[in-house]
């Protein structure tokens, strides 16, 4: 990220297994922080899910598939302060699967359903 000073912070959101900051800068592109959630994944495991999300996400990229850019990444012994591993990547604008997924669709029979009929949690 080089000498780029962060503009403003462009808030957060939290998903199962990821807390984001969304960081924006003075040249685009903005960036989202990810520092994984302490209760769904044991506190040995951090490091190795960080690891692996990023071996993952570039080994699809090689497939060719339109994934955010991974600009930095580090494991709990690399972060200020030892707060835990990290992926720093490209922030992309869009909607949440979460809130996608929650749309009412038709079946062939004309039927009306949620894929998945939860309660919209506020972040």
Partial sequence: MGSEVARKFGGYFKGSYNICLVVNVNLKPTYVIRFPQLEPTATHFLDEKVRNEVQVTESLRQNMLPLPKVYSWGLTSDSLSKIGPFIIMEYVEGRRLIEEIQQ????????????????????
């Fill in 104 to 123: 009412p669709i038709k079946t062939d029979g004309g039927v009306e359903m949620k894929l998945w009929d939860i309660p919209t949690l506020n972040y």
